[in-house]
């Protein structure tokens, strides 16, 4: 088992997101997508979100403006932070990739566009000094596995293939020398046979450049090979997070049983039996109380409808959120 070593880099603590809903009555109603949502990344270190359709995995993954809590980079609230400088070094560090590989890029530029761009922005190369920037993009093409690097570079996003696109999408995090990359469902999209080609290099990002890695996914077979650490959300709340190895094989949260007995394999995708189950999700309001799945639990009792349970800690790295555990 793996223990989280040194300071993390990026701090989720306590968090909520709200967001208004169109409602019927004239009351402007609100639901909440997250609550007291906490997590902690470290360098070399992944962190995998897994929970069904609208659990509120991109929402935590978002980091900005939560309508409460705060998010620490470096140990500092990022809402603190306002000159330029550091707004500029947050950006630089903090990268997200999404689910859709060509959206994060513009049709109407180059491959070699879209990695000198960031290198310039972010004084990565010295305005003016064109070989220095050619021989950066053609490095950064070939270490994400784009060969040959110079022809890559002379092409538009839609001569690329969805895996090679999210490739480029990739370099642009390495150009930048990202800290935390924050990937949404990155290999959702692509054909399941180039799936692993891109997460391999994102291991390999994680580990030779020292990235925290943010993985969410419906994919608990991926999640265990990219993240050290898991958190398993369930309608807004985290339900059971710590060592990725340990809740799979000894599950502790009725819902994360579930999640888990629903792959005889664990090896195999648990996608859908999750969207399977959407029509049952509950809506949660800032009004709400109780424990999110009481009503889907067989273990549920009069107290888990009526306040949230506390969090309690099992192991060195294993946290779970259920009253079968308070002591
Ligand atoms: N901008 C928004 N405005 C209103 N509601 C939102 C907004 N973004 C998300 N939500 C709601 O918040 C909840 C969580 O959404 P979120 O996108 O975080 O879920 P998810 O776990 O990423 O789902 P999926 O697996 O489908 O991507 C959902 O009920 C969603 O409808
Ligand atoms: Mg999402």
Known sequence: MSKPVGTPIIEGKNLIKDFSVNSNSLKKSKMRAINDV?????????????????????????MYAPSGGQIDYYGRD??????????????????????????????????????????????????????????????????????????????FPHQLSGGQRQRVNLARNIA????????????????????AGVLNLMEEMKFEREMALLYITHDIATARYIAEDL????????????????????????????????????????HTKLK?????????????????????????TEKCREKLPEITQLADNHFVRCYLYEN
Not at 176 to 195: K, Y
């Open 176 to 195: 930048v020398g990202a800290e935390v990359v924050l990937a949404d469902e990155p290999t959702s999209m692509l054909d399941v046979s180039i799936r």
């Open 276 to 300: 399977g189950n959407k029509g049952e999700i509950p809506l949660w309001t800032p009004d709400s109380f109780g424990c999110p799945f009481a009503g889907r639990c067989m273990q549920a």
């Open 78 to 155: 990022i809402q603190t932070i306002t000159s330029r400088d550091d707004l500029m070094e947050y950006r630089r560090g903090v990268q997200m990739v999404w689910q859709d590989p060509f959206g994060s890029l513009n049709p109407t530029h180059t491959i070699f566009h879209h990695i000198a761009r960031p290198l310039l922005i972010h004084n990565k190369v010295p305005s003016g000094n064109k070989k220095e920037l050619e021989e950066t993009v053609y490095n950064l093409l070939e270490q994400v596995g784009l060969i040959p690097p110079k022809a890559t570079a002379e092409k």
């Open 231 to 270: 958190a398993v959300m369930y309608v807004g709340h985290m339900v059971e997070w710590g060592d990725t190895e340990q809740i799979i094989h000894n599950p502790q949260h009725p819902y994360t049983q579930l999640l888990v007995s629903a792959v005889p394999d664990p090896s195999k995708s648990i």
């Open 38 to 62: 906490s997590f902690k990344m470290y360098k070399s270190r992944g962190l995998a979100v897994v929970g069904e359709s609208g659990s509120g995995k991109s929402t935590t993954a978002k």
